[in-house]
């Protein structure tokens, strides 16, 4: 994989020539499978991930009760405790869209990050950036309506992946939203009634992005900025 292909994550873009040699020749390319687990709660975290396509859900459970609190694409990096100083995840994390991604073992970025100031401030503003989609998350999840908090979903996914054509059920759906499965089918036919979807049992296809940013209501803030803003 070419150099180019791998600047397609923006945190791996901004790094210095040799920061990005360190980090890239010591790690390894890897599929990003459906379902694929990256972190499990209470477990060391041994490596974190770049994604370069593809997308990771950031999930809290609780018993039986299973929430989407966060997702992670190109513009970011898994491993946030990690980021942090932490040992061990404290949240779910695993594969929702299927892509690829720069698997970095966890010793090899505490040693790169300690000596690459880009990457250190890199990786805390996309922390803080994170940090601002889970209270983004908690206001949706308090305040929307189903259809308002399916909508900025829908358009947050659609950010990352980069297709128009979404491959997910309604179970999951409803998993991920933290709501009852008949409130998702009825969220979906609403949006599909409106002509900004085209919806079926395992697949959601965007046909009026505006019409989906409208229908949020001001839950959706946008996509992520082309670049973190460094004080470097």
């Known amino acids: 994989m070419s150099?180019?292909?791998?600047?397609?994550?923006r945190i791996l873009?901004?790094?210095p020539d040799g920061d990005f040699a360190a980090i890239c020749e010591a790690s390894e390319v890897v599929p990003l499978t459906l379902r694929m687990?990256?972190?499990?709660?209470g477990e060391p975290i041994a490596n974190i991930y770049f994604p370069l396509s593809g997308l990771a859900s950031v999930v809290l459970s609780r018993g039986?009760?299973?929430?989407e609190v966060g997702i992670i694409g190109p513009e970011g990096v898994t491993g946030i405790a990690l980021i942090l100083g932490a040992a061990t995840a404290p949240l779910e994390c695993f594969i929702q869209g299927a892509g690829r991604a720069l698997c970095v073992?966890?010793?090899?970025f505490r040693r790169i990050a300690a000596r690459s100031p880009v990457l250190h401030?890199?990786?805390?503003?996309?922390?803080?950036?994170?940090?601002?989609?889970l209270a983004e998350t908690a206001l949706a999840n308090a305040r929307g309506r189903i259809e308002e908090r399916l909508a900025r979903w829908l358009l947050m996914m659609h950010d990352r992946i980069g297709e128009t054509?979404?491959?997910l059920t309604h179970e999951f759906l409803s998993q991920m939203l933290g709501v009852r499965r008949p409130g998702v089918t009825t969220a979906l036919?609403?949006?599909e009634e409106q002509r900004l979807i085209r919806s079926n049992r395992a697949k959601i296809v965007v046909l009026d992005r505006a019409g989906l940013i409208e229908r949020a209501n001001g839950f959706y803030s946008g996509p992520p900025p082309a670049k973190l803003a460094s004080g470097l």
């Not at 150099?3 to 994550?9: F, K, M, Q, V």
């Not at 401030?121 to 989609?133: G, I, S």
């Open 3 to 9: 150099s180019l292909d791998l600047r397609a994550n």
């Open 105 to 108: 073992p966890a010793p090899l």
């Open 189 to 191: 036919q609403s949006l």
């Open 13 to 15: 873009a901004a790094l």
């Open 37 to 41: 687990p990256l972190e499990i709660p």
């Open 64 to 67: 039986t009760q299973r929430v």
């Open 165 to 167: 054509t979404l491959h």
């Open 121 to 133: 401030d890199q990786t805390l503003l996309f922390v803080l950036e994170f940090h601002l989609q």
